[in-house]
C-alpha cells in the first residue's frame, strides 16, 4: 500500500488549496479513505473521511462549509478542497486507510496559512 499527498502549500487567510492523495497497492474503490492533520505541537486529528463510493462523507466541525473531501475510483485519488482558509488550519495533511486491518499513512504534504 502506498499513498503520495500533493498539493500543500504557502496560501494567504481566505485563499484555496486543493490536496490530492494518489493511493495504489489495494483495491481503492472499495475502502474509505481519510484526511488527517497535525498542526506542531497538537496531536493528529480527523479533517474528513469519505466512503469507498464516494457517497457519504464527514467532516470535522471546523472545517465544516468550506472543505470538501471527493474521490475519483477511476484515478486511484482522493482529494480534499480547502477553502476560506485560515491559519489555524496551517498543519501537515495525511492521507489514511485502513486495509486488511492495518493503517496506512502518506509522507503528510505540510499547509501553511499566512498573511
Known amino acids: 500500500v502506498q499513498l503520495v499527498e500533493s498539493g500543500g502549500g504557502l496560501v494567504q487567510p481566505g485563499g484555496s488549496l486543493r490536496l490530492s492523495c494518489a493511493a495504489s497497492?489495494?483495491?481503492?474503490?472499495?475502502?474509505?479513505m481519510t484526511w488527517y492533520r497535525q498542526a506542531s505541537g497538537k496531536e493528529r486529528e480527523l479533517v474528513a473521511a469519505?466512503?469507498?463510493?464516494?457517497?457519504?462523507?464527514n467532516y470535522a466541525d471546523s472545517v465544516k462549509g468550506r472543505f470538501t473531501i471527493s474521490r475519483d475510483n477511476a484515478k486511484n485519488t482522493v482529494y480534499l478542497q480547502m477553502n476560506a482558509l485560515k491559519p489555524e488550519d496551517t498543519a501537515v495533511y495525511y492521507c489514511?486507510?485502513?486495509?486488511?486491518?492495518?493503517?496506512?499513512w502518506g509522507q503528510g504534504t505540510q499547509v501553511t496559512v499566512s498573511s
Open positions: 469519505i466512503s469507498s463510493a464516494g457517497d457519504i462523507t
Open positions: 489514511f486507510v485502513r486495509y486488511r486491518y492495518k493503517d496506512y
Open positions: 497497492g489495494f483495491t481503492f474503490s472499495a475502502y474509505g
